[in-house]
C-alpha cells in the first residue's frame, strides 16, 4: 500500500531534485559517523565506574527496544525528511514542525558551541598551541564549521565520502586505542577496579543518563536521506542494526579503557580521553609526543567528519519541512537542481553555528565548563525532539497498519507500545535533567553543588539554557507562520492529506 503522505507542490517539485546515491554501506557509514559521538568519552566517564554499569543498562533496556522501534519505522516509511514526515503523518505538520526545528538546531549547536571547541583544544594540546581567545582560535573554530557545512553542499555522490572516511577512521582510532590500552595494562597494570567501584548509584544515573541518551540517539537519522537511498526499505533496517552493535562496543570498551588508566578525578569533558591516550602512549617511548600528535589529527579529522554526517542528514530534513510549509516556506525548501543539496539551509547551518560559537566564547569559565554547559544544551534540544518523535513512530503502527513493513518487529501493536512507553520514559527523565540539572538530585535529598559541578553559576546556565530554548521556539513560530503561503498553495494530494493531518493545514 502507498504511503498516504500529503506534500506541498513545492515538495514535490523539490523532491525530483533528489539523486539516489547511497547503498547500503553508504548508509551504515554514514549513520556511524553520525551518532558514535567519541567527542563525549571523556565527559561521560568522569563519573567513574558507574559509567560503565548504566551505558551497559542503557544499552539493553533503552537502545534495543528503540532500535527496534525505527528499524520497523524506517523500512516503513521511506520518503526524504525522516522524522519529520513520521510525526506529520502521525500528528499533522505543527507538531512535525516543532520536531523537526529541534532535532536539526541541535546539530549546528553542537558543532559551534561544543565541537570546534574541542577540535581546537586537543589540536593546540597536542600539535600546536592556539592561545584561547586569539585570531588563530577564532579561524580554527571557523574554518571547523564551514568544512562541515561545505561537505553537506556538494552533492552526496561526492559528500558522503567525508564522513564514511571519518567513520571508517573513528573506528580505527577507538580500536587502536583499546589495543595499546591492554597493552600498557600488562606492562604497567590497571587501576585497582573492583565490583564495589562498578556500583550504580541514583546521583550517577541523575548525571549520566542524558550523556548516554545523546551517544544513543540517532539511528534512525539516515532516513532524513531515505530520498537518496536506493533501496532503504530494505538497507535502513540491516544500518539500523549494524549501527546500534557497532555504536554500544564504540561506547562501552572505551571506556572501560579509560577508566583502566585515568583516576576519575583527572578526567574532563575535553581531557579525558586523550589524558588516558597520552597515558598509554608511554609504551612508544620517544615515539609517544608524534604518535600523540598523529591521534590528536586523527581525532580532529572524525570530529569534522562528525559534524558533516550531522549537517547533511540534519539539513535536508529540515530543508523538506520548509518546502512542506513548516519553515519559512520557500526560501529554504530549495534543493540545488544539480547538486541535490539544500545549499540555503546549509548555510543557515553554519551561520548558526558560527553565531553560537561566538556566544559560547563570551561566557566565562574554564574550557572544560564551557564544554559541558553546550553539551547539556544541545542534549535538551535533541532529547526533547525525541518526545514527539518516539510516540510519533508507535502511532504509525496502528494508524497505517496495511503499509508493507519489510521489518517488522514481532511483538503485537500493544507490545510495539510497551517498547515505546519504555524509551519515552528515559527520554522524559533525560530531557528534565539536562534542562534542570540538580533538581532530582535535591529532590532526592543528594548533596549538588551547582557551581563545583558546572564551572558556572547556575543562573548563568538557566539564562543561557532557557535563552536558547525560548530562541528556537520563536524562531519555529515565526518560520511556521511566514511559510503560510506554501501551505495555502496546495498539493496534488490534498484528499490525502486532509485525511492524514488533522492539524496544522
Not at 63 to 91: N, Q, R
Not at 139 to 156: D, H, M, N, P, R
Amino acid at each position: 500500500m502507498d504511503q498516504p503522505v500529503g506534500k506541498t507542490r513545492l515538495a514535490e517539485e523539490q523532491s525530483q531534485h533528489l539523486q539516489k546515491s547511497l547503498g547500503r554501506f553508504d548508509i551504515l557509514l554514514l549513520v556511524v559517523a553520525a551518532v558514535i559521538s567519541v567527542e563525549i568519552l571523556g565527559q561521560v566517564s568522569g563519573f567513574g565506574g558507574e559509567t560503565f554499569t548504566w551505558t551497559l543498562i542503557l544499552a539493553v533496556t533503552f537502545m534495543i527496544p528503540y532500535g527496534l522501534i525505527f528499524a520497523e519505522t524506517g523500512g516503513a516509511f521511506t520518503e526524504e525528511g525522516g522524522v519529520y514526515v513520521w510525526t506529520k503523518m502521525a500528528f499533522g505538520r505543527v507538531v512535525a514542525a516543532i520536531t523537526s526545528l529541534f532535532t536539526w538546531v541541535t546539530q549546528p549547536v553542537w558543532v559551534g558551541g561544543a565541537m570546534a571547541f574541542v577540535a581546537v583544544e586537543t589540536w593546540s594540546e597536542y600539535v600546536g598551541h592556539i592561545e584561547a581567545g586569539s585570531f588563530g582560535d577564532y579561524l580554527f573554530k571557523l574554518a571547523f564549521i564551514w568544512i562541515t557545512v561545505t561537505s553537506a553542499i556538494i552533492s552526496l555522490k561526492h559528500g558522503k565520502w567525508l564522513p564514511s572516511l571519518g567513520a571508517i577512521l573513528k573506528v580505527l582510532f577507538l580500536t587502536f586505542f583499546i589495543i595499546v590500552t591492554l597493552v600498557y595494562g600488562l606492562q604497567h597494570g590497571f587501576n585497582g577496579l573492583d565490583l564495589g567501584f562498578f556500583s550504580p548509584t541514583l546521583a550517577g544515573f541523575l548525571g549520566v543518563t542524558p550523556l548516554l541518551l545523546f551517544s544513543f540517539l540517532g539511528f534512525e537519522s539516515g532516513n532524513s536521506a531515505a530520498g537518496e537511498m536506493k533501496n532503504p526499505a530494505k538497507d535502513v533496517p540491516i544500518s539500523v542494526a549494524r549501527s546500534s552493535v557497532i555504536a554500544a562496543a564504540s561506547y562501552l570498551l572505551p571506556i572501560l579503557a579509560i577508566l583502566l588508566v585515568v583516576p576519575v578525578d583527572e578526567i574532563t569533558g575535553i581531557g579525558g580521553l586523550f589524558g588516558a591516550i597520552a597515558t598509554v602512549y608511554t609504551v612508544f617511548g620517544g615515539a609517544a609526543e608524534v604518535m600523540l600528535a598523529i591521534s590528536a589529527m586523527v581525532f580532529c579529522f572524525v570530529l569534522v567528519s562528525q559534524g558533516a554526517a550531522w549537517m547533511i542528514i540534519s539539513d535536508r530534513m529540515q530543508a523538506m519541512a520548509a518546502a512542506d510549509g513548516s519553515f519559512f516556506g520557500g526560501f529554504f525548501g530549495k534543493f540545488h537542481p544539480k547538486l541535490g543539496t539544500p545549499i540555503r539551509v546549509n548555510t543557515l547551518s553554519g551561520v548558526v553555528a558560527t553565531l553560537f560559537m561566538l556566544a559560547a566564547m563570551q561566557l566565562t569559565g574554564t574550557s572544560s565548563a564551557l564544554f559541558g554547559v553546550v553539551l547539556s544544551i544541545s542534549i535538551s534540544t535533541f532529547l526533547l525532539s525525541y518526545l514527539f518523535a518516539i510516540p510519533a513512530a508507535v502511532r504509525l503502527r496502528t494508524k497505517y497498519p496495511h503499509t508493507d513493513r519489510p521489518f517488522k518487529v514481532p511483538v503485537s501493536d500493544t507490545g510495539f507500545k510497551v517498547l515505546g512507553a519504555i524509551c519515552f520514559g528515559w527520554i522524559l527523565i533525560g530531557s528534565w535533567v539536562a534542562i534542570f540539572p540538580g533538581t532530582l538530585d535535591v529532590l532526592f535529598g543528594l548533596d549538588y553543588n551547582f557551581e563545583e559541578i558546572w564551572g558556572v553559576s547556575q543562573f548563568t546556565f538557566e539564562a543561557f539554557a532557557l535563552g536558547t530554548l525560548g530562541c528556537i521556539l520563536a524562531l519555529g513560530v515565526v518560520g511556521y507562520i511566514r511559510a503560510k503561503k506554501v501551505r495555502d498553495a496546495g498539493s496534488t494530494h490534498e484528499v490525502l492529506e486532509s485525511e492524514a493531518f488533522t492539524s496544522g493545514v
